[in-house]
């Protein structure tokens, strides 16, 4: 699909390519909805195989974006950006400061924070460029990492899901399997210790296996995820990987994860439903993140609010899986409704 087509179907406001040869700056910025405020999202790095992927990524996950803040309650839009580069090598002070001005040209109209890549440390450098920024580090006056408080969701949504399941929230004794195992895996994984609940990990990378193996965590190889028998499989690496290969090999009562997008097609979430499974959205739990950023937009940071807006993701999650159940409808749909609901409703108060 041609990007001008996508952005007309889903309602896209604004899409930036930004180049800038003298620091190999490569990048999008994607603006998806601005009903709520001022769009704001993460910019990941990554060695996209082409500027075609790299524009359907920051489209798919800006408009995202605007569903997670609307469901969040959070006065924020949609957006997202893109660095098409190696963060382990292409990654320098002039490639972030040439990014962050191009985002100072936008007026305010998309809030760049840390994603995929990126460290509070490098917001920095696009804090010197552009006001437009937030998830600073805390020494900074920021809200600093942005994965403790994702984990924190991403725990809660697990929490919810196993309530609507089984009856009750406790995870004691369920075997959860993340897929990837970064920083919200990790966040995840410490609240998940204190239930005592049996957790595996994989991840293709030598470093995050080593750090699960550091909290006793059961580790095994990516290719056996979908021959292993679980409660709770959290998605927590990239997106798309509920598709049509991998939902038949699930085995698996809740699909509950940090990664953005898991579904590769809006049609995959009623092949989830099909198979019994309860799937928390991604959108919904892992909204931890752009709420600890919202803190910090125009006021001075604060920790505990966040943590209490954050800890509203468990009820949200029950709402969703509660219409769900009785609209007879995915609830990846359900969550769609909700985030539709709020977004309409505001638009319609500014167009008195």
């Not at 040209?105 to 890549?117: K, N, S």
């Not at 998940?192 to 750090?211: F, M, T, Y």
């Not at 056996?224 to 939902?247: Q, Y």
Request: charged letters at 25%.
């Amino acid at each position: 699909m041609k990007h001008l087509e996508y952005m007309r179907e889903f309602d896209h406001e604004q899409l930036v390519f930004c180049n800038e040869q003298s620091t190999g700056l490569k990048s999008l910025i994607a603006i998806h909805d601005t009903t709520l405020g001022p769009s704001c999202g993460g910019v990941r790095i990554w060695p996209y195989k082409s500027e075609n992927d790299a524009a359907m990524d920051v489209l798919r996950l800006s408009r995202a974006m605007t569903y997670k803040s609307a469901v969040a309650g959070i006065p924020l839009g949609g957006g997202k950006a893109v660095i098409i580069a190696d963060s382990h090598k292409d990654k320098n002070e002039a490639l972030l400061r040439a990014f962050g001005k191009h985002v100072d040209t936008l007026g305010g109209r998309y809030i760049t924070t840390e994603d995929v890549g990126m460290t509070p440390a490098d917001l920095e450098f696009i804090a010197e460029e552009t006001n437009h920024v937030v998830g600073l580090p805390q020494s900074s006056g920021g809200s600093g990492d942005t994965s403790e408080m994702t984990g924190l969701g991403v725990y809660l949504g697990m929490k919810a899901a196993a309530k609507s399941k089984w009856g009750n929230d406790n995870l004691d004794g369920k075997t959860i399997v993340f897929q990837g195992f970064g920083n919200v895996a990790y966040n995840t994984s410490l609240h998940l210790i204190k239930e005592q609940a049996r957790l595996i990990a994989s991840d293709i990378n030598p470093i995050a296996v080593e750090k699960a193996k550091s909290l006793g965590i059961k580790t095994i190889e990516p290719n056996d995820i979908f021959e292993t028998d679980m409660d709770i499989f959290s998605p927590c690496a990239l997106g798309g990987i509920l598709n049509d290969e991998t939902i038949p090999r699930l085995k698996c009562s809740i699909i509950a994860g940090g990664a953005n997008n898991q579904l590769l097609e809006e049609r995959h979430g009623y092949d989830i439903q099909k198979k019994g499974i309860i799937y928390a959205p991604d959108y919904i739990i892992n909204a931890g993140g752009i709420i600890n950023a919202s803190c910090e937009v125009g006021i001075k940071y604060n920790a505990e609010r966040s943590k209490a807006i954050t800890e509203k993701i468990y009820y949200s999650t029950l709402e969703v899986i509660s219409i769900s159940n009785k609209q007879s409808i995915p609830t990846s749909v359900a969550a769609d409704k909700l985030a539709e609901k709020r977004i309409h409703s505001v638009r319609s108060i500014k167009n008195l």
